[in-house]
């Protein structure tokens, strides 16, 4: 297994960490086998029942159960649909299941801290794989991040450190610590994108071998997307399905640089308008593989799609009224939904899969407000 830088074609052994190329630029991995049906190991109940398709050597799994969520049936707009609750791990978001296996493979390679900027749900999981690795961990956080989010990552026992600034100037800190201390971001290390792409094995396990004819993901950097292009790309190749399922990646509409330039019908970013959306899991105004995100979506035959804070918020009630109490965030793609289902853009009878990316009780104080929530009084 290699690091590809994708502008050069230069090649790095992944025997060393590394996040970027010598140039500064992102990298992709290599090419892997993939998985075949004999290939799974069902002893296991996690993404590491797929061990032997995952380029980290599993003795240095650092695993804490993730991944192996339920899929359950239920309806969106009186459609049937398939939940994914992804909301379901360790950390409470599908973050998990990149990150076992980005830290146990800079695990394998002797890492011993690491660094990331995040005031999310990626902070919250690599502290928490940090801590299950007995690695050290900073993670450097905006001056504005909220307590309940500094609280998780710095409970695992991370150094929670705020810079002053806008999201931009964290990363840019981060990046200049970098020289210190190994930069494990998960938007920049491939690695965490070779634990995404278990989303694909396991649906098709879930679905009995098969492939849904949707999948509909909340996209912010687009790991989820990146996840789904590998995994079922493995399967195809291996002959074990026949088919892609067309990925929908959902943007919010106050930050949607992947949609202004899908519209734009380019593969690369066009110049975008920022505002705040309720969506912070996908406010993501720069992102990393731009180029491979939207081949991965329109290969697929899906697209991308864009929706107003209203939406995300009448999604996420709707949500809660099922049961299902998520964040923002991954109401956003059930909102994607609701617009796939209206244009016509994805049929009733066929078959999809909405991914809930993260749980809602991190969050509940800002969903409270959004729904207006509160007890009656007697
Ligand atoms: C990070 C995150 C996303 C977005 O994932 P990307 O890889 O940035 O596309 C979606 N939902 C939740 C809950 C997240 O934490």
Redesign the pocket.
């Known amino acids: 297994m290699n690091f590809i830088d994708p502008v050069s074609g230069t090649h790095y052994s992944t025997g060393t960490p590394r996040w970027c190329s010598d140039s500064g630029g992102y990298l992709n991995l290599s090419q892997g086998a993939g998985l075949k049906r004999a290939d799974i190991d069902n002893s296991r109940h996690s993404v590491w029942r797929y061990a032997k398709a995952i380029a980290v050597d599993d003795k240095h799994a650092v695993t804490m159960g993730e991944g192996w969520t339920p899929l359950t049936c239920g309806d969106w707009n009186g459609v049937s649909v398939l939940f994914k609750l992804e909301?379901m791990m360790p950390t409470g978001?599908?973050?998990d299941r990149g990150m076992t296996v980005m830290v146990s493979y800079l695990k394998s390679r002797g890492i011993s801290e690491v660094l990331e900027d995040s005031s999310?749900?990626?902070g919250a999981s690599l502290s928490a794989y940090a801590a299950a690795a007995g690695m050290r961990c900073r993670i450097l956080v905006p001056e504005t991040a909220s307590y309940p989010k500094i609280a998780q990552i710095a409970a695992c026992g991370a150094d929670v450190v705020t810079i002053r600034g806008t999201r931009q100037d964290v990363a840019e800190a981060a990046i200049r610590l970098s020289s210190e201390i190994f930069y494990a971001s998960?938007?920049w290390v491939p690695f965490f994108a070779e634990g995404?792409k278990t989303l694909a094995y396991e649906l098709w396990e879930q679905l009995g071998f098969k492939v849904p004819d949707n999948v509909v993901?909340?996209?912010?950097?687009?790991?989820?997307?990146?996840g789904c292009e590998r995994g079922f790309g493995e399967l195809l190749r291996n002959g074990e399905i026949t088919k892609m399922p067309r990925i929908f990646g959902v943007q919010a509409a106050n930050c949607a640089p992947y949609y202004n330039a899908y519209q734009a019908g380019v593969d690369h970013l066009v110049p975008t308008t920022v505002t705040p959306t309720i969506a912070e899991?996908?406010a993501?105004s720069k992102?990393t593989r731009v180029v491979e995100a939207l081949k991965a979506v329109r290969n697929s035959g899906g697209s991308i799609v864009a929706v107003s804070e209203d939406e995300i918020i009448a999604a996420l009630g709707a949500l809660a009224r099922k049961g299902y109490y998520v964040?923002p965030?991954?109401a956003a793609a059930a909102a994607g939904l609701t617009q796939l289902l209206a244009s016509g853009a994805i049929k009733p009878d066929e078959s999809t899969v909405l991914v809930l990316?993260?749980t809602g009780l991190k969050a509940s104080e800002k969903i409270g407000e959004l729904l207006k929530l509160k007890a009656r009084e007697m």
């Open positions: 909301f978001s599908f973050k999310g749900n990626a998960h938007n995404t993901v909340p996209l912010g950097y687009g790991s989820n997307v990146a899991g996908i993501s992102p964040e965030t991954s990316t993260g």
